[in-house]
């Protein structure tokens, strides 16, 4: 008869998925005999587990002594092992691999202690059958004995007693529960604070699911959490109807009590691999810096779905690897807003559990703990890029239009949003319309984008990083990218082109004394952005040179004001330096034919400037 052995020297998640090559072992070799070495903390989800037939537990401090680890290398040794298979590779798992004596030694592919097995396998990078790695690449070391792998069974298992299950009853009846409604179990926190959705969005979720739905919830986290707990039980609006003092005192009667539940919602970790081990319906929230490839397992089954940041920014990870994420995750995680993730939930709720809401009650207008942002903007005729705008702020809260009277459909196109305030004023200078629009915001934060801004979705998340960060600044610089037509000017005068579109209401506002181009004056030194800003300000030669001579006249009007008079330097100096200043000092001329006609037309802006400036003078003569 042969005999294997399964190390797993890792805890309650990982336990759980490798003992699925327990089971199919079995399968592959009816009468094997199985044993598994794993963390005496996690030797309960094993308990009862017809596919193993000894259970060598040890402690993980312990086994990091060489006194002891050559105790149970010697052990293991003399077991005789015709089959190993060392799923997770650690190093002591390695030494008591190399010294086991095992005719088969099963492993993954990996440098220099590849050696130490006679079969290594490379790891699939994305599931095939059930939408995790987890699980499927622990069965892909079963190769040597199996080639069809439609006849593995990938599914983890829990095995309660029916004395198990009825005690974890009696302890939820005694505690309050009737049974009469849906019983919600919520995993209010991951294995640690950074392994968690903020507090704040977690008391957001109970106090819609609290006023929408007729259920009882359960509290599920660890002892060492209850700080935690009474801070986010602080949030909520009706927490005498939350029960959390039904934990269990260990593994098996959480799980116990999990199988008396209608279904887990929780932070990705341990209880979620618990409830689809005892096939329970689950909802997880995932770490920003975990995948659903690798731990949303059985997610091609409808009763098993999750939320990840990924749902809403995938262009974060394109700018940050999973590790940078993993070192500072909290600007990440808040970027799982609230609405997003209840909206999903409320979805899975009526569904997939089949739960009908018992109010009318909007859930967006029961979330609280999340800064709202105005956008801003000042318009004239500017229909061609209302859609596209208002695509790119998807992510404020509202959005005020100072509008000069236009005579196009940008009231119409505007108004289709219900986010949008519509207000319309003679157009005096544009310093003057912007303040405007700050008067009327809502909010502490400020966007002000103009209509040929296009907002990338890394600025997007960057912003909103920024705002839920611990200690933010007053305001922010964002680089602009200025596009000629659809090409990129790199240089040109743009090459430093920078902007404070990001600040706080009562601490900037536009300096009056400027009519255009106008300046933002902040109380505190502004920060930098990262991620920039793209400025489609140039789609035609013609719309251009309007709008520069627009810009001549205001910047006229500003000079008149501050009693400054135009001579020969500024007609016939300022306008050639402008030029050069262009064109050979900001390398305009790597920028091709675009490069020296952008040039050539702010030479004519600075010309027409005095000009209209002297025209001013006269008049008043």
């Known amino acids: 008869m042969k005999k294997a052995l399964i190390i797993q020297n890792k805890y309650i998640g990982d336990v759980l998925v490798a003992s699925v090559l327990a089971k199919n072992l079995k399968n592959i070799f009816p009468h094997i005999e199985v044993h598994f070495f794993c963390y005496n903390k996690a030797i309960s989800i094993l308990q009862n587990n017809p596919h193993i037939d000894k259970i060598i537990d040890f402690d993980d401090i312990e086994l990091k002594k060489l006194s002891v680890l050559w105790k149970y290398s010697n052990y293991i040794r003399s077991e005789k092992y015709d089959i190993l298979i060392d799923p997770y590779a650690k190093l002591q798992s390695r030494f008591i691999t190399l010294f086991s004596k095992a005719k088969k030694r099963i492993s993954f592919d990996k440098p220099f202690f590849k050696h130490f097995y006679t079969d290594v396998y490379i790891e699939e990078k994305l599931p095939k059958v059930i939408n995790c790695t987890s699980i499927e690449n622990r069965c892909l070391l079963l190769s040597p004995f199996i080639k069809d792998f439609s006849n593995i069974d990938f599914q983890t298992e829990i095995f309660l007693t029916n004395a198990e299950i009825e005690h974890a009853k009696q302890l939820m009846h005694n505690s309050g529960i009737t049974f009469t409604k849906p019983i919600i179990i919520i995993g209010i926190l991951g294995s640690s604070m950074d392994k968690s959705w903020p507090l704040s969005y977690m008391a957001d979720l109970i106090n819609v699911l609290l006023s929408n739905y007729d259920i009882d919830i359960l509290f599920n986290f660890i002892p060492l959490q209850h700080h935690e707990v009474e801070i986010l039980l602080e949030k909520i609006d009706h927490k005498e109807k939350i029960f959390t003092s039904i934990l269990g005192n260990n593994v098996r009667e959480f799980a116990a009590i999990l199988s008396n539940a209608d279904a887990l919602i929780a932070n990705e970790g341990g209880a979620v691999n618990i409830a689809k081990a005892l096939q329970k319906p689950t909802f997880s929230i995932f770490s920003p810096h975990k995948f659903r490839k690798d731990w949303g397992c059985y997610e091609n089954l409808y009763i098993h779905q999750s939320f990840h940041l990924m749902d809403i920014f995938p262009e974060i990870y394109t700018a940050y690897s999973p590790n940078e994420i993993l070192k500072n995750p909290e600007p990440f995680y808040k970027l799982m807003y609230p609405e997003k993730v209840i909206y999903k939930i409320e979805n899975y709720m009526q569904g997939v559990l089949g739960i009908p809401k018992k109010s009318s009650n909007t859930s967006i207008d029961l979330i609280k703990n999340k800064p709202k942002i105005s956008a801003l903007c000042i318009t004239y005729n500017e229909e061609e890029n209302v859609k596209r705008f208002l695509k790119d702020l998807s992510f404020v809260d509202e959005i005020v239009v100072v509008d000069s009277i236009s005579t196009d459909k940008t009231k119409e196109y505007f108004e289709v949003d219900s986010r949008v305030r519509f207000i319309e004023r003679k157009f005096d200078n544009f310093t003057n319309q912007k303040n405007y629009a700050i008067k009327h915001a809502s909010y502490d934060w400020i966007v002000f984008f103009d209509l040929d801004e296009h907002i990338p979705s890394l600025l997007k998340a960057e912003i909103l990083m920024t705002i839920n960060s611990s200690k933010p600044k007053d305001a922010y610089w964002i680089r602009r990218n200025f596009y000629y037509k659809r090409k990129h000017l790199r240089y040109s005068g743009w090459k430093n082109d920078k902007v404070i579109r990001l600040f706080k209401k009562n601490k900037s506002f536009y300096k009056k004394n400027k009519f255009v181009h106008e300046e933002i004056e902040c109380v505190s030194e502004p920060g930098y952005l990262k991620n920039g800003l793209d400025h489609y300000s140039f789609t035609s030669e013609k719309k251009y040179l309007k709008k520069l001579d627009q810009y001549s006249k205001l910047k006229a009007e500003e000079l008149y004001t501050n ?52 025209q001013l003078w006269k008049k008043k003569e």
């Open 563 to 614: 009693n400054v008079k135009s001579n020969f330097f500024h007609h016939h100096i300022k306008p050639i330096y402008r030029f050069i200043h262009h064109y050979i000092i900001q390398f305009g001329f790597l920028d091709g034919k675009e490069g020296f006609k952008i040039s050539k037309m702010y030479s004519n802006y600075v010309a027409n400037r005095y000009k209209y400036l002297e």
